[in-house]
């Protein structure tokens, strides 16, 4: 199977746009699109890192966008169908491409990894979209390269957590408990929710628990 990276500053999708202004990390995946009136109908799960206030104000204007047809939310997720008009989009979201990471949105660009058994359908993508560099500024291709299957991620069904137990998983995540080196220990990431450090442990460790076989290769 063909795999394929790259980054690329989008300057016309709108929810890109949005974390230009609004500071929070979109995690998209592409769930379906069709084609409705001429206009390419994209169907896609969100889900959003950063500050509550943030994430809330990003969901409100998302919505309220002419471009988006459908949209419901719940905390730090939603789903929504977007009519767009460019075909590089019919490209992007192809069923013949396989997805094995949510695209990562932050601050104006996009990260993309997508597969193909052919590798010309990946051609056909950076073809399309150096083509558009009013919408597309910066283009930096990170790799095209056959790949083995145990080197691509399959997404699974994630485990669903007790709030307890989320929270503290998420903000050891982005207070960059598992970075190397650490950039935080418990006490400090106990405080900030409030609670002691051993129930921080414990509700931290039970999260890790529940997660980690859905990584396992």
């Given at each position: ?15 890109t746009q949005l974390t230009c202004r609004i500071k ?194």
């Amino acid at each position: 199977m063909w795999s394929l990276k790259f980054k690329v500053l989008n300057k016309d999708s709108i929810y890109t746009q949005l974390t230009c202004r609004i500071k929070v990390v979109d995690y998209l995946y592409p769930v379906d699109y069709f084609i409705k009136k001429g206009k390419i109908n994209i169907l896609a799960v969100h889900i959003l890192e950063g500050e509550e206030n943030e994430k809330k104000r990003f969901f409100k204007e998302l919505k309220e966008n002419r471009k988006v047809r459908e949209f419901e939310s719940e905390k730090s997720q939603a789903i929504t169908l977007i009519a767009e008009e460019e075909h590089f989009y019919e490209l992007l979201f192809a069923a013949e491409l396989y997805h094995p990471s949510p695209v990562i949105i932050k601050n104006g660009y996009e990260e993309w990894h997508v597969c193909s058994f052919e590798r010309k359908k990946l051609e056909n993508v950076i073809e399309e979209i150096e083509k558009w560099k009013n919408k597309f500024p910066e283009f930096i291709l990170q790799s095209l390269a056959q790949s083995k299957l145990d080197e691509i991620y399959f997404p699974k069904i994630r485990s669903q957590l007790p709030e307890k137990q989320k929270r503290a998983f998420s903000l050891a995540l982005k207070r960059g408990y598992y970075r190397c080196p650490r950039k935080v220990d418990l006490g400090r990431l106990a405080k900030e929710l409030g609670v002691s450090t051993s129930t921080f442990h414990e509700n931290l460790r039970k999260a890790e628990e529940k997660l980690m076989p859905f990584f396992a290769g």
